[in-house]
T-cell receptor, first 119, second 113 residues
Framework: NAGVTQTPKFRVLKTGQSMTLLCAQDMNHEYMYWYRQDPGMGLRLIHYSVGEGTTAKGEVPDGYNVSRLKKQNFLLGLESAAPSQTSVYFC??????????????????FGAGSRLTVL | GQQLNQSPQSMFIQEGEDVSMNCTSSSIFNTWLWYKQDPGEGPVLLIALYKAGELTSNGRLTAQFGITRKDSFLNISASIPSDVGIYFCAGNPYSGGYQKVTFGTGTKLQVIP
């Protein structure tokens, strides 16, 4: 029962390089999200998707692109990395609605994180 | 973007002590969530609250959804070393997807054996 899996776990980039973070979930969740976590800032939403083939901007979308070609996968891309994008990135997924009867199974489920350093 | 006021920012407590932390917001939420993050890991859901006034327990953890729908608290009783981590609250204004959920900045808990 894998839940949400992120790859890679660690990556070091030089300024201007590009890369893609991959998120995969096996819970048949409709919604998927990418967050970044910075010290003292909590979790901030970058982009999200409400279904296969759809994406939308979150709170801090600049410098990132996303794609959701398959329901179970959500990719986060950095076309030209900048030092300000040094952060820990978390993918999450959820169903489209909350239900108290699900005892939390339908709320946001997070991956283990991907630590990105941009030099 | 909007953020929740989560306090305290950090706590040092002795093993066996009880812990209390809270979140307040200027906005009304339909769902409150409490997560714990261990070092090097992603946040893991502890308790989900769906109704104003709701009081829910999960082992030694108890959380409440404030009557005004603008606050929530989490209590940990008889703390143990494995309670160490960062605790996040999160509020969702919808009953549906979590694209508008707001996270608190976290409470870092250290337990002294």
């Amino acid at each position: 029962n894998a839940g949400v899996t992120q790859t890679p776990k660690f990556r070091v980039l030089k300024t201007g390089q590009s890369m893609t973070l991959l998120c995969a979930q096996d819970m048949n969740h409709e919604y998927m999200y990418w967050y970044r976590q910075d010290p003292g800032m909590g979790l901030r939403l970058i982009h999200y998707s409400v279904g296969e083939g759809t994406t939308a901007k979150g709170e801090v979308p600049d410098g990132y692109n996303v794609s959701r070609l398959k329901k179970q996968n959500f990719l986060l891309g950095l076309e030209s990395a900048a030092p300000s994008q040094t952060s820990v990135y978390f993918c999450a997924s959820s169903y489209s609605f909350a239900s108290p009867q699900s005892s939390g199974a339908n709320v946001l489920t997070f991956g283990a994180g991907s630590r990105l350093t941009v030099l | 973007g909007q953020q929740l006021n989560q306090s305290p920012q950090s706590m040092f407590i002795q093993e066996g002590e009880d812990v209390s932390m809270n979140c307040t917001s200027s906005s009304i939420f339909n769902t409150w969530l409490w997560y714990k993050q261990d070092p090097g890991e992603g946040p893991v859901l502890l308790i989900a609250l769906y109704k104003a006034g709701e009081l829910t327990s999960n082992g030694r953890l108890t959380a409440q959804f404030g009557i005004t729908r603008k606050d929530s608290f989490l209590n940990i009783s008889a703390s143990i070393p494995s309670d160490v981590g960062i605790y996040f609250c999160a509020g969702n204004p919808y009953s549906g997807g979590y694209q508008k959920v707001t996270f608190g900045t976290g409470t870092k808990l250290q337990v002294i054996p």
